[in-house]
């Protein structure tokens, strides 16, 4: 059973970066289409925030991320990487990693078949 445990949280100030890590284990990620990842902040549904695809060649991003954020991968290491730059009190939530078995809907939340537990950033003004 695979495990995808997020890594590289906490609290930053406006304009700072942050590095996200999520590891994966039981199962190799690039058998997966898609790595993305998602946030949640307290009282909003989680979001979609970007995506990466099995051979990294595709990526995908929120459009309030876009340009900030970047989406990485190595499968050697069995790891995905979201490195944030300009982060802004906005950016503050809950980010979780997610794996998905389809080639499709890689912005639906609800079409990623597995989950990290979730890491917190937050960001100060």
């Known amino acids: 059973q695979v495990q995808l445990v997020e890594s590289g949280g906490g609290l930053v100030q406006a304009g700072g970066s942050l590095r996200l890590s999520c590891a994966a284990s039981?199962?190799?990620?690039?058998?997966?289409?898609?790595m993305g990842w998602f946030r949640q902040a307290p009282g909003k549904e989680r979001e979609f925030v970007a995506t990466?695809?099995?051979?990294?060649?595709?990526?995908y991003y929120a459009d309030s991320v876009k340009g900030r954020f970047t989406i990485s991968r190595d499968n050697a290491k069995n790891t995905v990487y979201l490195q944030m730059n300009s982060l802004k009190p906005e950016d503050t939530a809950v980010y979780y990693c997610?794996?998905?078995?389809?080639?499709?809907?890689?912005?639906?939340?609800?079409?990623?078949?597995?989950w990290g537990q979730g890491t917190q950033v937050t960001v100060s003004s």
């Open positions: 039981g199962r190799s990620l690039s058998s997966y289409y898609f």
């Open positions: 997610a794996a998905s078995n389809r080639a499709f809907g890689f912005r639906n939340a609800g079409l990623y078949d597995d």
């Open positions: 990466i695809s099995r051979s990294g060649g595709s990526t």
